[in-house]
């Protein structure tokens, strides 16, 4: 499909697909198929998506909201917002299940969505990057704990968060009624996405963050080089604030 495409017109086409094999990477991107909406298989796609990284297909993601039964409220909003981190992101669901685009919750569903996919939108320039250095010399932008932090025996197991290469560190709310987020962070030193304040620590340690319903977490590790759009507003804070880490 990929070449007769590009032989047809002379570009680059976008193929997706659900069936893959080893090398399918290089033509396509992948989605993990028909799953369901419930608050399990929001957690189970980001094992998902950190194993098709594995696997040589950087380019993937889950059905948004889920694809059989019927998302309620609040899991799609935490799955639009977990979803704008994969790096294929789709809302996408089965014939004559219940719409569940962000403007069938309401206005409320649809601002955070929103908000959490303009993070993603101000930050492909960093994402157009990685896939740049994923073809040309191989890798994985979506990436388990445990791959950039391997002598950390905490995040062997750890698969409630993950990172984009090894700059954004993703823990997103994945249970009912939650409005906090344990999460985990090896001995570095950390950037709040939202506040641009520094986590600073010396020892590993387990944090519970407490969020409105419109936030999750989002931290940037510290030496990290991230490109954001021009119009980004939180650019110019990230370049006062990371300029003295070095």
Not at 78 to 85: A, E, H, I, N, V
């Amino acid at each position: 499909m990929y070449t007769a495409v590009r032989n047809a017109t002379g570009k680059r086409g976008f193929v997706m697909s659900r069936s893959t094999y080893p090398s399918a990477g290089r033509y396509t991107t992948h989605w993990l198929g028909d799953n369901d909406s419930f608050w399990r298989n929001l957690h189970d796609s980001i094992i998902g998506i950190i194993e098709f990284n594995w696997f040589g297909m950087p380019f993937v993601g889950a059905d948004m909201c889920g694809f059989f039964a019927e998302a309620t409220e609040e899991l799609c909003q935490r799955w639009m917002q977990l979803g704008s981190f994969y790096t294929l992101s789709r809302n996408h669901n089965g014939l004559n299940m219940k719409d569940q685009d962000p403007g069938i919750f309401g206005p409320h569903v649809s601002h955070v969505s929103k908000s959490a996919l303009e993070i993603k939108y101000s930050l492909l320039p960093f994402l157009y990057t990685q896939f740049y250095r994923v073809n040309t010399q191989g890798g994985t932008i979506i990436r388990a704990m445990w791959h950039v932090f391997p002598k950390d025996k905490r995040t062997w197991s750890l698969d409630t968060q993950f990172m984009w290469a090894n700059a954004l560190l993703v823990a997103p709310v994945l249970e009912q009624g939650h409005m906090h987020k344990d999460a985990y962070l090896p001995k570095s030193r950390w950037f709040d996405y939202y506040t641009v304040s520094c986590l600073d620590f010396i020892v590993v340690k387990i944090i519970c963050l407490h969020f409105q319903i419109e936030m999750y977490c989002i931290l940037a590790l510290a030496r990290s080089v991230l490109f954001f759009s021009v119009t980004h507003s939180l650019t110019l804070a990230f370049e006062i604030r990371f300029k003295n880490i070095w």
